[in-house]
């Protein structure tokens, strides 16, 4: 960030981004946690999960009222104003994680006790691994400004999906082999979903910070690979 005549106008623009990654961290434990948690099948683990979303919401909401503040005081312009709206965008989608995180909680808490086929299971929890290390490194991008790394999380989401997809297929396969399957199955298949959207907010983050450093959108479509929405639709049809 570039510095300004009024230091407090430099403090304030760093608090927003020490808000950002205090966030950032809330919601990587989230995230691990609740992964343990689903292959661990530890019921408390998830509880703690759930419960840690409020603290997320809290501050998110001070990040807001900070913004809007700087905005009311500072009227800021170019970069600055990038750096402001950035955050709120930033902020925004971090929530949007800590929501994914506490839904695949609630989902271990639904499943626990039933059948799992573990192999599955692992599938999700390899997933997850990939979409937290997405996380970390767009959190590592937003606080250097480095937009090198900001692509690179942004091209990764396509392995993201492409693994979904795989998940997507053998957990219907078990559902359709044995209907015992499908309760236990379906929980699992919304907590992958769950874990690809995540990924798809680490990579908003990644434009977003490619936004805030050199103030133009990232140039062509996303490396999406997530075809279960046409599959689905051929399934129906056949």
Same mark, same amino acid.
């Given at each position: ?40 099948? /530890? =019921?408390?683990? #998830? ?8 603290? &997320? !919401?809290?501050?998110? %909401? ?74 970390? /490194? =767009?959190?590592? #991008? ?8 900001? &692509? !690179?999380?942004?091209? %990764? ?75 689905? =639709?051929?399934? #129906?049809?056949?």
């Amino acid at each position: 960030m570039p510095e300004h005549t009024v230091a407090s106008f430099d403090v304030e623009l760093q608090g927003l981004r020490s808000a950002i990654m205090e966030m950032g961290g809330v919601a990587e434990k989230m995230l691990s946690e609740a992964t343990s948690a689903l292959v661990r099948r /530890d =019921v408390e683990l #998830a509880r703690v999960v759930v419960e840690m979303d409020s603290r &997320l !919401d809290q501050i998110q %909401r001070e990040i807001e009222e900070r913004a809007v503040l700087i905005i009311a005081k500072r009227q800021p312009m170019a970069v600055d104003l990038r750096e402001v709206i950035s955050a709120i965008r930033i902020a925004s989608d971090i929530e949007r994680i800590g929501d994914m995180a506490k839904n695949i909680g609630k989902r271990t808490l639904a499943v626990s006790g039933q059948f799992e086929p573990q192999k599955v299971v692992l599938g999700v929890n390899r997933m997850s691994d990939m979409v937290l290390a997405q996380l970390k /490194d =767009v959190l590592d #991008a937003y606080s250097q400004n480095n937009v090198a790394v900001a &692509l !690179d999380v942004w091209e %990764r989401d396509g392995a993201t999906d492409a693994l979904y997809t795989s998940l997507f297929r053998e957990l219907l396969t078990y559902m359709m082999e044995d209907p015992r399957n499908i309760t236990f199955c379906t929980h699992l298949l919304f907590t992958a979903k769950n874990v690809e959207r995540i990924g798809d907010h680490t990579t908003n983050i990644a434009e977003t910070v490619h936004y805030l450093v050199t103030g133009q959108t990232i140039a062509g479509e996303r490396p999406k690979k997530d075809r279960t929405s046409t599959e689905s =639709v051929r399934g #129906a049809d056949a």
